[in-house]
């Protein structure tokens, strides 16, 4: 199964972008909070969130 970043990159979008495409098209898209703690994680080790 692919992660919804790496299919907004195939689509050639942001993640941000593409989340806004898959509601009008009905699609829903499975966001946890183990995908929530990952994205804090990435932002703390790449220094954008203090």
Known sequence: ?????????LAGLTL?????WLGPQRIEAHYDAADLQE?????????RLA
């Open 1 to 9: 199964m692919f992660r919804i970043e790496a299919w907004a990159e």
């Open 16 to 20: 941000w972008a593409f989340r806004q």
């Open 39 to 47: 994205e804090i994680q990435t932002l703390h080790e790449r220094s």
